[in-house]
């Protein structure tokens, strides 16, 4: 079992930056691949990031590439966001999300189905 808060969303102008965090609660978040993915009013929840157990292969929407970084910390249990030179077209709720081991993570990183247990949300608004 995992539980997860996320934090660190807010009012930006386009341009700037935040850095969003996920805390998880639970003994097996080293085990677990994490995801970020946003959504907006009657959209489709979306895939941002995502990351593999270790830190390793980190993968991007074509959106975000070269924008966002994903990381994590395991000593810590959390999971991060830097996003930069953020557009009003990132305004969304951002939720993180955590995939277990069983699932395998190469082929269904990008798939919101394919992950167990989900954040709140935080709300990242950008202004232009």
């Known amino acids: 079992q995992v539980q997860l808060v996320e934090s660190g969303g807010g009012l930006v102008q386009a341009g700037g930056s935040l850095r969003l965090s996920c805390a998880a609660s639970?003994?097996?978040?080293?085990?677990?691949?994490m995801g970020w993915f946003r959504q907006t009013p009657g959209k489709e929840r979306e895939f941002v990031a995502a990351i593999d157990w270790n830190g390793g292969r980190p993968y991007y929407a074509d959106s975000v590439k070269d924008r966002f970084t994903i990381s994590r910390q395991n000593a810590r249990k959390t999971l991060y966001l830097q996003m930069s030179s953020l557009k009003p077209e990132d305004t969304a709720v951002y939720y993180c999300s955590a995939q277990s081991p069983r699932t395998s993570y190469s082929g269904t990183y990008y798939r919101a189905e394919a992950y167990d247990y989900w954040g709140q949300g935080t709300q990242v608004t950008v202004s232009s």
């Open positions: 639970g003994r097996t978040f080293s085990s677990y691949a």
